[in-house]
């Protein structure tokens, strides 16, 4: 069966009546640490378990994490890894399989913070111009519909000068993934409101490694939600360049809600 990301559900039925139910759901990126503690005599042992922001456990995740203990010492910390090199009296052990434990005595207190992640195989996204710190690149492959990269800015008025806020001829979006892979489409959402418009035109290229040419046989007119399709090509980096419908004026900015490669 291919891989597809999602949820699994097994229920177990005796005579047409469920008596059990297990669901496994594929992780997203992990976004914080989930603390739970057993005590067992004078000690404490505190399980820091990295979980995405649904609460699912990052089975993948390694992320560094640094025990922080009030009102006691801490005795020793563990990832369960046999291979593990690092020391069991550090405060700071990396995850295994999504996991790290710290030992305290019972009653100590235990915070714990999460290196930023280390992501060798995320995604990235570019643009050749963003028009403001909420509106950058990320947010067209951050899997929310609300959130958009955009070109549009507003240059505040100053004691000669009236606010200027117009919209560039063109920009450009593009997306990275680190190994190559084969992709014949592009999907974007773009934003549609009083500032902004669907661009005049899109053209996909892609890179060879060290400069952007155009993907043959692009079909596919641009529409609040636009499919372009192409020859296939094998590539770690599409870039897809967008023209103003309204270069010059108040309502041609460029905005994309999502970018998807496929
Ligand atoms: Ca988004």
């Known amino acids: 069966m291919p891989f597809e990301p999602g949820e699994l559900v097994a229920v177990a039925k005796r005579d047409g ?8 759901r594929t992780a997203g990126q992990a976004a914080e640490v989930r603390l739970s503690r057993e005590e067992i005599g004078a000690l404490a042992f505190v399980t820091a378990e990295v979980v995405d ?4 456990l990052v089975p993948s995740a390694e992320q560094e994490l640094t025990f922080t203990v009030t009102g006691g010492t801490l005795l020793g910390t563990d990832n369960g890894k046999q291979d593990s090199a690092e020391n069991y009296q550090s405060a700071t052990r990396k995850a295994f399989a ?10 100590a207190d235990v915070q714990v913070a ?3 992640p280390k992501r060798p195989s995320a995604t990235t996204a570019d643009a050749s ?8 690149p990320a947010n067209m492959i951050d899997g929310d519909p609300t959130t958009a990269w955009s070109n549009h800015y507003v240059k505040e008025a100053t004691g000669l000068l009236p606010a200027i806020s117009v919209a560039h001829a063109r920009d450009w979006v593009s997306v990275s993934w680190p190994e190559p892979r084969a992709v014949e489409a592009v999907e974007l959402t773009f934003v549609v409101d ?4 669907v661009p005049a035109s899109i053209e996909v290229s892609t890179s060879d ?3 952007y040419a155009p993907v043959r046989s692009q079909q596919g007119d641009p529409a609040p939600t636009t499919r372009i399709t192409f020859d ?18 108040t309502n041609g900015f460029l905005g994309v809600h999502t970018l998807k490669a496929g």
């Open 114 to 116: 999460m290196a930023a």
């Open 129 to 136: 111009y963003s028009g403001s710190a909420e509106t950058q």
């Open 194 to 197: 009083t500032a902004h418009a």
């Open 98 to 107: 999504g996991k790290a434990l710290a030992i305290v005595p019972r009653g």
């Open 53 to 56: 922001s649904a609460g699912v």
């Open 209 to 211: 490694g060290t400069r």
């Open 232 to 249: 296939t090509v094998t590539t770690n980096s599409l870039r897809v360049d967008l023209r103003s419908l309204a270069p010059g004026e």
């Open 17 to 24: 009546v469920e008596v059990a139910r297990d669901v496994l």
